[in-house]
């Protein structure tokens, strides 16, 4: 019998090398739930060079996770809007052959602990309810969800909006 290889994770800071992949990897995945267009993230003019807009600078990251020394989606996160100590998850999208390994989770965790190394009071991400998956993840990590958007939120397609306290 042979023994079962576990799969090799890796979750890095995005670089230029992978702004192809990941553009590839959000709007592919956004089609498979109906994200398409203005009003949802993979239609933001940002995925095609994520790695100019998540930078220490804009107070941004944006983690790439490998599977196996393959791309297989990423996450970020960003100031949102003008609100200061506001935060936004943004663009967690996986591959379907990425889910179900924990990947998710570990770059929600990543972003979320980034938020407060950078002294955000608060997180919030805007979905769709058809991410069932996704929305349970968040529910896992403290977020609840919201009546409607934040004021700042510029995807109006999104139907689920939700917000995690960071601070104690």
């Not at 239609?43 to 220490?56: I, N």
């Not at 196996?68 to 970020?76: E, F, I, T």
Request: charged share 20%.
């Amino acid at each position: 019998m042979q023994p079962v290889q576990q799969p090799f994770i890796t979750i890095t800071p995005i670089t230029s090398q992978h702004d192809a992949a990941i553009c590839r990897i959000i709007r592919t995945v956004g089609a498979e739930f109906g994200a398409v267009g203005e009003g949802f993230g993979p239609g933001d003019a940002e995925v095609q060079h994520m790695s100019r807009h998540y930078t220490p600078e804009r107070n941004s990251r944006y983690l790439v996770a490998e599977l196996n020394g393959r791309v297989v989606g990423g996450a970020g996160l960003a100031p949102l809007g003008n609100t200061p100590d506001i935060c936004e998850l943004k663009k967690l999208f996986l591959l379907p052959e990425a889910r179900g390994h924990g990947i998710g989770r570990r770059l929600a965790v990543a972003c979320l602990d980034f938020a407060r190394e950078r002294g955000f009071s608060s997180c919030y991400l805007d979905t769709l309810s058809s991410m069932t998956d996704a929305i349970g993840l968040y529910e896992r990590l403290g977020f609840r969800r919201l009546s409607e958007p934040l004021m700042d939120s510029e995807h109006g397609g999104c139907d689920v909006w939700m917000l995690k306290t960071l601070t104690n």
